[in-house]
């Protein structure tokens, strides 16, 4: 008789620690009794009942996925391909476990359907330029399909785009084309800006009756400083109109034929 008592009380105690669970900090466990999920216990040191209960992990750690390189048709008939980075994590182990067989599979393929079709709603040059924004919309949309299985999505990042080799050439010369434009734009504003110096400078001078003789001393100044074999010394107008009425004119005399 003693021994058992003996027996049972060693197989009770057998029974609880093959029970006892220790669960991490970032794990869950979902609890199934005879075959119905009814708890969900973690962290710390927990105990399930075997042969009646049975428990299945869920990771609530952020899980980085890749979303592998996917042929994608823009807005505007261009062919290229685009690769992606995926961030979730499950909020809700009990709909992880319970709603769905496999939830990263499904959110791996719900990812890669999107990626498409968003993708395929924007023009090249959208995809290039304007990540932030489809990123955002990627994010949203996934997020609300994976709602439902305990997934909350954190989000969604472009990570390479491959377009053709004619596409790049043709996007180059677009791009010095650009370039050309801008320059010939800042050359223009420049000769504008100066003219329009050299205009208010005319109007000074010309309001000062000695500034221009004092400009042409400045330059002859500037111009000794230099080592020239020529100088070119510009003569004022009205030096020449002065010079001009100072010279007598010659005068013609007109001899006509009286007797004819």
């Known amino acids: ?14 029974y609880v620690i093959s029970g006892i669970k220790i669960v991490k900090e970032y794990d869950r466990l979902v609890v199934f009794t005879l075959g119905k999920a009814n708890n969900v216990i973690g962290p710390g040191l927990q105990v399930v009942f075997p042969g009646i209960q049975n ?3 869920v990771d609530l750690r952020i899980i980085t996925m890749a979303i592998p390189m996917q042929e994608v048709i823009t807005k505007d008939n261009i062919s290229c391909k685009t690769a992606a980075v995926c961030f979730f994590q499950v909020v809700d182990p009990y709909k992880a476990v319970t709603k769905i067989e496999d939830p990263f599979t499904a959110t791996n393929q719900i990812a890669q359907t999107t990626l498409r079709s968003i993708l395929g709603q924007h023009e090249l040059d959208e995809i290039l330029t304007e990540r932030d924004g489809i990123n955002a919309k990627l994010s949203a949309i996934i997020d609300r399909q994976t709602e439902g299985w305990g997934i909350k999505v954190i989000a969604v990042e472009i990570k390479d785009v491959e377009i053709p080799e004619s596409m790049k050439r043709a996007m180059a010369r677009q791009a010095e084309a650009e370039r050309e434009r801008r320059a010939k734009i800042v050359a223009a504003e420049g000769e504008f800006q100066a003219a329009e110096r050299l205009a208010a400078a005319a109007k000074v001078i010309s309001s000062e009756p000695g500034a221009m003789q004092l400009r042409q001393l400045q330059t002859m100044v500037e111009i000794s400083s230099e080592k020239n074999s020529t100088v070119i010394i510009p003569i004022p107008m009205e ?3 002065f010079a001009k009425r100072a010279v007598p004119q010659p005068t013609i005399k007109v001899v006509t034929d009286e007797k004819a």
């Open 1 to 14: 008789m003693f021994g058992l008592i003996e027996l049972a009380i060693a197989a009770g105690v057998v």
């Open 55 to 57: 428990t299945r992990k």
């Open 239 to 241: 030096m020449l109109e």
